[in-house]
């Protein structure tokens, strides 16, 4: 329960989390019919990159603040950088949106927003944060519990976000649960799990795991801005995601080289592919 995400936002991980989030939300909206967006780990949805958490590591400034300087964007990231100009509209970086604050604005009137946030302090930050939107529910519970109390929904689509602070040993095989249990319980949803990329021994059983989820699809996108096996700090971050819509793959596969060159910190790199591939018909 010590981790706090302000001393982390909007840096490199964020970047890439936030940049596919907001790829997701767009890609589900282009239908008419309603879906949910459910946060297994909110956190308290919007963060000062001035204040006094942020300040201590700076991480931002090798995140965010390299992407926000510049006025030649890939058009795949338009809305990312909209949504944190809207939240800056002096000129001045210092509002960084969480992913509750993403989802509730890239989400329209029919649809809905639940959030989950264990930690008691940043549970009530982020009531206060989404307060006056009828849309949005606030639960301050385990976020483990969130994929079986809150799944199936009513509406016939859902998105949901898993990410833990992985300050326990057994969070990636609580992921891979979480996932497996969603999976059984709303096959057509599509779930997203954030996770770190550090210890690369780890990653390979969680890679495996997840290959015997149950999911109809899994895709895997993973950045890094050092190698792989550099043994200290955060080397990169990754993505797995069941169901993902059409055509996030062929998006990715355009913004990732972009992404790698832009936040590298010393040796930077992606990768795309499918953990579980779509079985062909008949």
């Known amino acids: 329960m010590n981790y706090r995400h302000a001393f982390h936002a909007g840096n490199h991980a964020d970047v890439l989390k936030?940049?596919?989030?907001?790829?997701?939300?767009?890609?589900?909206?282009?239908?008419?019919?309603?879906?949910?967006?459910?946060?297994s780990h909110a956190g308290v949805g919007l963060y000062d990159l001035t204040g006094v958490q942020a300040g201590k590591t700076g991480e931002w400034l090798q995140g965010i603040a390299r992407l926000w300087v510049r006025n030649d964007l890939p058009a795949l990231l338009a809305d990312y950088r909209a949504l944190v100009g809207e939240l800056n509209p002096d000129g001045a970086l210092r509002y960084y949106p969480g992913s509750p604050e993403i989802a509730?604005?890239?989400?329209?009137?029919?649809?809905?927003?639940?959030?989950?946030?264990?930690?008691?302090?940043?549970?009530?930050?982020?009531?206060?944060?989404?307060?006056?939107?009828?849309?949005?529910?606030?639960h301050l519970g385990e976020g483990w519990h969130v994929a079986k109390a809150l799944l199936p929904v009513a509406e016939k689509r859902a998105l949901l976000l898993i990410d833990p602070p992985f300050e326990q040993a057994d969070e990636l095989a609580r992921c891979v649960e979480?996932?497996?249990?969603?999976?059984?319980?709303?096959?057509?949803?599509?779930?997203?799990?954030?996770?770190?990329i550090k210890d690369t021994r780890q990653l390979k059983r969680f890679y495996q795991d997840l290959a015997k989820s149950g999911a109809p699809k899994l895709l895997r996108v993973e950045l890094?801005?050092?190698p792989t096996d550099n043994p200290a700090g955060l080397n990169g971050s990754g993505l797995v995601i069941a169901n993902p819509p059409w055509p996030l793959e062929d998006e990715l596969r355009e913004l990732l080289p972009w992404l790698a060159a832009q936040l590298a910190q010393s040796t930077g790199g992606w990768r795309l592919d499918w953990l579980i591939e779509e079985k062909a018909a008949g």
């Not at 596919?20 to 967006?37: E, G, I, N, T």
């Open 104 to 138: 509730r604005r890239l989400t329209r009137a029919q649809d809905r927003v639940l959030l989950n946030e264990k930690h008691p302090e940043d549970g009530q930050l982020l009531k206060a944060n989404m307060a006056g939107d009828r849309r949005v529910t606030v």
């Open 178 to 196: 979480s996932l497996s249990t969603a999976m059984a319980r709303m096959r057509q949803a599509v779930v997203a799990i954030w996770y770190p």
């Open 224 to 226: 890094w801005v050092h």
């Open 18 to 39: 936030h940049a596919v989030l907001c790829r997701l939300l767009s890609l589900m909206a282009r239908k008419d019919k309603p879906f949910a967006y459910l946060d």
